[in-house]
């Protein structure tokens, strides 16, 4: 949601989204930065955001803007809950991040934490060294729309999907190793078509936790696309508790509806359980 638009700040809370990410940097001009922020911050301490999980996408580091972002959004206050840091290119820009959050936060109940944008050849090409790179961080997000102009595609060239393959490997394969989610970036349009079916599809196979979406309308074919359905979480609880079991009576091999089960099987019916919204 652009910051620097009241009426969508006034709508974004009620939206059905997991997640609402307010813009300051790409959707905000240059010359309403400082306005956008006070806007938002000052949104963010109404009572109609309570309950909401809120972050804010600040503008990038090595921006005159950055710094500016996230001491006011450090500020005590009980939200945003985590900041989205655009075009992170290296440890160093998470470095820079953490640091200013250590020196802005006195007085806050709850530390800010961290989703980083990949959407850079340098960011891509350094992912996993970005995702080892701070305590504070919980996701990595694959951004195509920047990426896209990083590597010199065609608007042809960002719109197949097959293309982004390798791409949405590396930024999975970085999260998975780090513990983190891993999140895909918003389809280039707003239609819900079937490119848009298409690409939701392959980022829920592939098995990546969730997809931004840039227009309301999308959210609930994203909804449905990515929350479990009910056999799949009777299945997942399944798993989890002949498990648990197994090791209650020190049992070896566990045998489920014919399946055996391990440690991986586990995994898959952990993240099935968070994914819809309950702890195993």
Known sequence: MPGSSEKMLAKA??????????????AVAAGVKDAARASVVAALRGPEWAGVTVSV??????TPWCHLDIAALAAPAPQPVAIVVPKVESAGD???????????EAGREQPLRVQALIETAAGLARVQEIAAASERLDALILGYADLAASLGRTEAGARELDGWRPAQELVLLAARAHGLQAIDGPYLGIAVDD???AAVARA?????DGKWAIHPAQLAALNAAFT????EVR???AVVAALAEAEQTGAGAVALDGQMLDEAVRAAALRTLARAGEAA
């Open 13 to 26: 809370p009620g939206l059905a989204a997991d997640e609402l990410v307010i813009d300051l940097e790409d």
């Open 57 to 62: 996408r600040v503008n990038a580091p090595r």
């Open 94 to 104: 998470l470095a820079f991040v953490d640091r200013l959050l250590d020196g802005a």
């Open 195 to 197: 490119g848009f079916t």
């Open 204 to 208: 829920r196979d592939l098995g990546f």
């Open 228 to 231: 479990p359905t009910e056999a």
């Open 235 to 237: 299945d997942a609880r």
